[in-house]
C-alpha cells in the first residue's frame, strides 16, 4: 500500500482530492452564510472575494484618488453599498460593473463562478490520477 503513493501520479491525485474537498464544504457553507475576503493593493485599489449562494465572486474595486473609499470593511464583514450598472449571466456564470460606496463614485468589475464548476473537474481529475492505471512502459526493441 505504501509503494502506490509513491508515485508522482498519485500524489497529485490526492492533492487534488482534498483542493475538490475544501472546495466543496466552502460550496455547502456559502449557501446558509456569506464570507468575505478584502484585500487592499494600494490606497484606492481593492480585490474582493465573496462566497455566497453556492458561487464565487471576485470583484476589483477602484476609485479616483480625489476619492475618499470607505468599504464598511471589518476583520469580521464586508458591507459596501452597491449598485450594478450592467451585468451578463447564463447558467449561473457571469460578469458585471458596480458602483461601490454611497456616492457611486468607486467603480468595480465583478466576475461570477460557481462551485460546482471547480468541485465537479478537481473531482474528476482526481479519481482519473487515483484511479486510473499508469501506462505500461514500452520496451524499445533492438533490431
Known amino acids: 500500500m505504501n509503494s502506490d503513493f509513491k508515485s508522482l501520479r498519485r500524489k497529485l ?3 487534488t482530492l482534498l483542493l475538490a474537498c475544501a472546495f466543496a464544504a466552502c460550496w455547502m457553507a456559502s449557501v446558509d452564510n456569506h464570507h468575505d475576503v478584502c484585500i487592499s493593493r494600494g490606497r484606492q485599489t481593492f480585490e474582493v472575494f465573496t ?5 464565487i465572486t471576485w ?3 477602484s476609485a479616483p484618488d480625489s476619492v475618499n ?6 476583520p469580521y464583514a464586508y458591507t459596501p453599498h452597491q449598485a450594478v450598472e450592467w451585468s451578463w ?13 454611497d456616492a457611486r463614485l468607486a467603480t468595480g468589475e465583478s466576475l461570477f463562478v ?3 464548476s471547480i468541485v465537479l473537474p478537481l473531482t474528476l481529475l ?14 524499445k526493441s533492438v533490431a
Not at 51 to 55: D, V, Y
Not at 126 to 139: H, I, M, N, T, V
Open 126 to 139: 482526481s479519481a482519473w490520477l487515483l484511479l486510473g492505471q499508469p501506462r505500461a512502459k514500452l520496451s
Open 89 to 101: 449571466r447564463s447558467c449561473e456564470f457571469g460578469m458585471g460593473k458596480i458602483l461601490v460606496g
Open 51 to 55: 462566497s455566497i449562494n453556492g458561487q
Open 13 to 15: 491525485g490526492i492533492v
Open 59 to 61: 470583484s476589483h474595486i
Open 69 to 74: 473609499v470607505n468599504l464598511g470593511w471589518t
Open 114 to 116: 460557481p462551485y460546482w
